[in-house]
């Protein structure tokens, strides 16, 4: 039997699941990512776990054919990556550095591309080959495949939707140093800053008004609830998202968008709205791109990064 490992880093936890080379995955598990002292020991800790794993499973290193990383920042092609601020990177050599830690082949891409491989695998882009992954959480991540293959772009950073500006008289920055950046205003952190902003310009009603620590949940739910101020944000946050997306399938043309990361949670509600608002915008032969919701959840990453070592 052979295997490959798949491994996703974030800023709190890195997730690593081992897979067989026909795509099943036989363990997954996580470690803490250390990103004291620029994120010096993070792949010194990952190669340690996966020789660890190994030696507790009576693997012969042999049998291992790879290993695939994602990681929160720009990749390029051949596995540098390009300032990973949530980790305390700079430049790095990504592939070469976990190569020459393990011995295996090592194969590096984009957290979210990752996830969005990982997804058109074996979650909900499964028979899709051109698919755009949008996840809607504390910011918006992006993944692009097309033809069945990660898309990185030049500088590793295609597929950034949350930084497309969308309102270019913005004053706040966003945190990547714009202002107006898509991510302002459709993550769980700008539903969040629209709601108080509503909420502190109008005296309109609002069950919003009696929470004491607002969250986008309470948002959401109070939009749920028909409470108007809470609906006049989400509503903003669909038609800002569905316009937006309708500019990226003018320039790609995908097959599929899929919508994934914590707010999804919130389901057909979240998702109808914003289907609906792309439709109004898309160009006429882009109107019936499919939608769909993400089905991975936090495995997504370690599954794309696994097939990424997986050849047909």
Not at 55 to 60: A, E, Q, S, T, V
Not at 96 to 123: M, Q, R
Not at 195 to 222: C, G, M, N, Q, Y
Not at 242 to 254: F, K, N, R, S, T
Request: hydrophobic share 40%; net charge negative.
């Amino acid at each position: 039997m052979d295997y490959v490992f798949g491994i996703d880093v974030g800023g709190t936890t890195v997730k690593i699941g081992l897979f067989t080379t026909e795509g099943t995955l036989v363990e997954k598990w996580e470690i803490p990512t250390n990103t004291s002292n620029g994120g010096k020991a993070i792949l010194p800790d990952v190669a340690a776990s996966l020789e660890e794993k190994l030696k507790k499973r009576g693997i012969d290193k042999a049998s291992v054919k790879g290993a695939g990383i994602g990681v929160p920042g720009p990749v390029t092609d051949d596995g540098v990556v390009n300032h990973c601020v949530n980790l305390g990177w700079g430049v790095m050599h990504v592939t070469e550095e976990l190569k020459a830690l393990t011995g295996f082949e090592v194969k590096a891409g984009n957290d979210a591309n990752v996830a969005a491989l990982g997804e058109v695998w074996k979650g909900g882009g499964r028979g899709f080959d051109d698919v755009l992954m949008i996840t809607i959480g504390t910011g918006i991540g992006g993944g692009l495949i097309l033809n069945g293959k990660i898309h990185g772009g030049v500088t590793g950073s295609a597929a950034e939707v949350g930084h497309i500006c969308v309102n270019p008289l913005e004053t706040e920055h966003c945190n990547c140093g714009n202002c107006g950046c898509l991510e302002q205003y459709t993550s769980a952190t700008g539903i969040l800053r629209l709601a108080k902003k509503k909420l502190a310009e109008t005296d309109a009603p609002s069950i919003l008004r009696d929470k004491a620590d607002l969250t986008t949940k309470d948002v959401i739910d109070a939009a749920k609830e028909g409470d108007a101020l809470a609906m006049e944000v989400f509503d903003f946050m669909a038609k800002t998202m569905g316009m937006a997306l309708a500019g990226c399938c003018a320039l790609a043309d995908m097959e599929l968008i899929l919508i994934g990361g914590g707010v999804s949670k919130a389901g057909r509600f979240l998702t109808d709205p914003i289907e609906e608002y792309f439709r109004k915008f898309a160009f006429h032969t882009q109107k019936d791109t499919k939608f769909k919701l993400a089905e991975l959840g936090n495995d997504a990453g370690i599954y794309g990064a696994a097939r990424m070592m997986i050849h047909d």
